[in-house]
């Protein structure tokens, strides 16, 4: 079965700029969660969704936003790009509500 | 907000010792998971535990969801080089509409 994938792998883009990354989770799992990985403050919950509804959301700003498709595919949406959105995100797909999550290789994103 | 202490926050060991990690928590937590994470690639789920005092091996890996609720560990029994990595622990509290709250992470370095 194949693990979560997510596209792209790296990206580098200018403050201001908005970005949208891309999550496919394994397949059959209907719960997608994003979260994001910095050197200073570590993994951070950024929200989840499940059956294209959005059932919990971390301690982001608004520019911070999500969606998923009835495929269970999901996007995170970053606008008004600042420096210190630099980090690695990470989607991970869960077979069901509080069960385990299983994680992607990430999306790194540089902002200049 | 919710917080993980996860220790020691790095260690330095032998090849062939054992190793203990360990996670408290402010707050009480309905499923521990543990990972590893390599080096630009997402956290990979090593332990998933559900149930108070449950104690769960895979492989050399022994993990325990502690009876109070707010603790949990992980045992690594002869350690050998591709354990070197960064372990972490992440709660999950709530019915499952809450995301993870994972513990800073301990650096696991093996000396030849």
């Known amino acids: 079965k194949a693990g979560v994938t997510q596209t792209p792998r790296y990206l580098i883009k200018t403050r201001g700029q908005q970005v949208t990354l891309s999550c496919s989770p394994i397949?059959?799992?209907?719960?997608v969660s994003w979260y994001q990985q910095t050197p200073g403050q570590g993994l951070q919950f950024l929200f989840e969704?499940?059956?294209?509804?959005?059932?919990n959301k971390g301690n982001f700003p608004g520019r911070f936003s999500g969606r998923q498709f009835s495929n269970s595919r999901s996007e995170m949406n970053v606008s008004t790009l600042e420096l210190g959105d630099s980090a690695l995100y990470l989607c991970?797909?869960?077979?069901?509500?509080?069960?385990?999550?299983?994680f992607g290789q990430g999306t790194r994103l540089t902002v200049v | 907000g919710q917080q993980l202490n996860q220790s020691p926050q790095s260690m330095f060991i032998q090849e062939g010792e054992d190793v203990s990690m360990n996670c408290t928590s402010s707050?009480?937590?309905?499923?521990w998971l543990w990972y590893k994470q390599d080096p630009g690639e997402g956290p990979v789920l090593l332990i998933a535990?559900?149930?108070?005092?449950e104690l769960t091996s895979n492989g050399r890996l022994t993990a325990q969801f502690g009876i109070t609720r707010k603790d949990s560990f992980l045992n690594i029994s002869a350690s050998i080089p591709s354990d070197v990595g960064i372990y972490f622990c992440?709660?999950?509290?709530?019915?499952?509409?809450?995301?993870?709250?994972f513990g800073k992470g301990t650096h696991l370095i093996i000396q030849p």
């Open positions: 397949s059959g799992h209907r719960s």
């Open positions: 969704y499940f059956s294209e509804t959005q059932r």
């Open positions: 992440a709660g999950r509290s709530g019915g499952g509409a809450d995301g993870l709250t």
């Open positions: 535990l559900y149930k108070a005092g």
């Open positions: 991970a797909s869960s077979p069901g509500v509080a069960r385990e999550a299983f």
């Open positions: 707050s009480i937590f309905n499923t």
